[in-house]
């Protein structure tokens, strides 16, 4: 009897979903450009900047820096919620938390370490569940339904109030800027001024200059030769600490800006059941970009903080 209830019911959901999957295929954007006839959604017009929705002074309020507000604002509720009321046996909201946390601290001391994985671990944690809470709330149906009136290009025209932060070049460039920091100032923390050898090392090619001078030739050219090559080093490790900060920008932005593009071109293709293959594909998206912007930021922080023999 179970066996068989359980039949049907398969063989509903399956008929329900062949049924959603005809009708997406024939009435979407896709088979409407076939009948002439009008789609179920619109044709999308994505946007790559940011919009406007208000000004305080001349500061421009975009939507997703009203997400960026939004998504603090819950991790701080539920962080609050959730150890408002510890205890030794955690449940519920307590015993999430206490997991993410502790896999997350795990993950940083098994890279650098206890000593200095406790130092890496407040600023790691918080750049992972920020960009993955910003990810996964642009994944709320009707996310960006809500629309507002706004001024754009001196027009009037209705724009979304909310928009993924993480769609926003300004601000992945800003999370660029804050691990960039965070990275040199750790260096500087556990290398001190020597740290600044790793970009500007002058020193064994002037001491090369000093033992040729001294009648050493041979010394003293292998000394200049070795100082020149450590002060290209030093070039190259300069140029690859700033083009950090474009690739971890773009790539954050170019990766979740994509993905918001490739669902509304799949509701508006095919409006049932083939987009929520995509939708799925996204939720993985947004905890992967999360996991490789903390991990990175990580393993740069753990080479600057290194001693030279490593």
Same mark, same amino acid.
């Given at each position: ?155 009037? &025209? ?6 993924? *932060?993480?769609?926003?070049?300004? $601000? /992945? +460039? @800003?999370? #660029? ?104 594909? &996204? ?6 970009? *999360?996991?490789?912007?903390?991990? $990175? /930021? +990580? @393993?740069? #922080? ?9």
């Amino acid at each position: 009897m179970k066996f068989g209830c359980s039949t049907r019911v398969f063989v509903t959901v399956l008929i329900v979903v062949i049924a959603l999957l005809a009708v997406s295929l024939i009435f979407g954007g896709l088979g409407a450009s076939f009948t002439n006839s009008k789609p179920f959604v619109e044709p999308p017009t994505p946007a790559i900047a940011a919009e406007a929705i208000g000004h305080v002074g001349p500061l421009a309020i975009t939507n997703t820096m009203v997400t960026a507000w939004m998504s603090i604002i819950l991790l701080v509720v539920l962080f609050v919620v959730g150890t408002r009321k510890m205890k030794l046996v955690p449940r519920g909201l307590q015993n999430l938390l206490e997991s993410a946390v502790e896999y997350l601290l795990n993950l940083v001391e098994g890279v650098v370490g206890r000593e200095r994985g406790r130092k890496f671990f407040p600023f790691i944690a918080t750049i992972f569940l920020f960009v993955f809470v910003n990810a996964w709330m642009g994944l709320i149906p009707g996310y960006g339904s809500i629309t507002v009136k706004a001024v754009v290009h001196g027009e009037e &025209e209705m724009v979304p109030l909310l928009r993924a *932060a993480n769609t926003d070049l300004n $601000l /992945t +460039l @800003a999370l #660029a800027v804050f691990s960039f920091v965070f990275v040199e100032y750790m260096g500087f923390a556990y290398h001190g001024l020597g740290y600044a050898k790793k970009f500007v090392n002058i020193g064994p090619m002037f001491r090369g200059f000093r033992t040729l001078f001294s009648g050493k030739i041979g010394p003293g050219l292998s000394g200049i030769f070795m100082g020149a090559i450590e002060g290209f080093v030093g070039i190259i490790e300069t140029v690859s600490e700033w083009v950090r900060l474009v690739s971890f920008s773009f790539r954050l932005f170019g990766n979740m800006l994509a993905g918001e593009i490739l669902l509304l071109i799949m509701f508006f293709l095919a409006p049932f059941v083939i987009p929520d293959l995509f939708y799925l594909l &996204e939720t993985l998206v947004g905890v992967i970009q *999360a996991m490789i912007f903390a991990v $990175l /930021t +990580l @393993a740069f #922080a753990s080479m600057a903080t290194a001693e030279h023999e490593h």
